[in-house]
Every structure is written in structure tokens, then in C-alpha cells.
């Protein structure tokens, strides 16, 4: 098998694991559930007028767009012409892994730590979440760092950098954590849990709000 092949093979499978993973998560966990609190928040804000324009473009337009970008490193290896397959690649599809662990575990300890009504308003502090707050986003954020180290076989590719930049400043910065961290950052128990876990990136980052 050609080395081209084997890298565009790689990220298609890695790639759809990944978004059949996703989809089995968010369609077991939302359906027939209350509308995302995220989403509500933003109609109130929006108001009554405009606002089926603004979900349009804000919601649907701006994340098409976005998949563009955060697909960058997919674009640039289904159609890049070179046949070589460098150690990187190989340290991509380890990165990929470490992430999709870290989101998948992160995910499922959540799933069955609410499906505990001993549990209702506890906050989860034990296993991946002892050593990150947010385990799922850490995970989505260095899942996608792989596949742009899996696609960087020739110098062009090096664009596709915008990918794994854009995803990441997301989550940290808008989408993701911020909001998140919003919802819980005024009680105690969290304050406490903020003091002793890192953020977002295990072992490297400064605990604390």
C-alpha cells in the first residue's frame, strides 16, 4: 500500500471513530433531554427579534465555517501528492489516541457518575477528572493535534496548523471551558476543586480559577 494511501486511510478511520464516537455520546445523552443550556442562554440574549437569523449565522453558518478551518489538516493530506511517512506521523496517530482516550474516558466516567442520584449536584472529582476539570475538551483539543502530526508529510501542510490553533483557542477561550466554568465558578465546592486540579492540560498547567 502506497505511503499516501496509508496516511489518508489513517486519518479517514481515526477520523470516523472519532465522529461516530461523538455521535453515539451526544444522541444517548440529549435525546429527549431539555434543550442545551448554552443554546437557551443564547436566545435570551438574542431577545425575540432576529433571533431565528441570528441562530442561523451564529449557530449553523459560523460552525460550518469553523469545521472548515478545524478540518484543515484533512484537506491538505486528501489531496497533497507526497508518498512519504515521516516518525511524526507515527507520533500523530499516538497523540490521536492519548486525546480520543482522555475525551472517550472523560465522557463515559461523567455518563455514569450522573446516572447515580446519590450524585445530583456533586461535583465529579475521581479519575480523569482528578487530574484535569476538563478531560473531554483536553481530549477533543489533542485529538486534533495528532491528525494535523499525521497530515504534515510535505512543507504545504504546515497550513493545516490553523486547524488544531483554531479548535483549541475554542475551547479554551469561547465554546468551550469558559462557558462551562461560568455555570460552576461561584460555589464552594468547586472553588475547592479548582484549587486542587489543573484546568485543561494534565501535569503542566498552574491549578486554581
Sequence with gaps: MPDKTLTSMIILVLVAIWGIRLFLHLAKR????????RYVN???????HFARLKAYLNVFV?????????SMPILFTM??????FYWWNSMGVIVWFIGFGFETIGDY???????DHRNQGKL????????????NYFGEAFSWWGIFLISLNE???LWGII???????????????????KKYKNRPDFIDYASKTLKVVPFIEKKGL
Design 62 to 70: 459560523l460552525q460550518g465555517v469553523l469545521l472548515l478551518v478545524v
Design 163 to 181: 486547524g488544531p490553533i483554531t479548535i483549541t483557542l475554542l475551547l479554551l477561550f469561547v465554546s468551550g471551558v469558559p462557558l462551562l466554568e
Design 155 to 157: 512543507l504545504r501542510n
Design 109 to 115: 466516567e461523567l455518563t455514569q457518575f450522573k446516572k
Design 42 to 48: 443564547m436566545r435570551k440574549r438574542w431577545g425575540k
Design 124 to 135: 465529579l472529582t475521581t479519575g480523569v477528572w482528578s487530574v484535569t476539570r476538563n478531560p
Design 79 to 84: 489531496t497533497s501528492s507526497a508518498t512519504n
Design 30 to 37: 440529549n435525546i429527549g433531554k431539555p434543550e442545551d443550556f
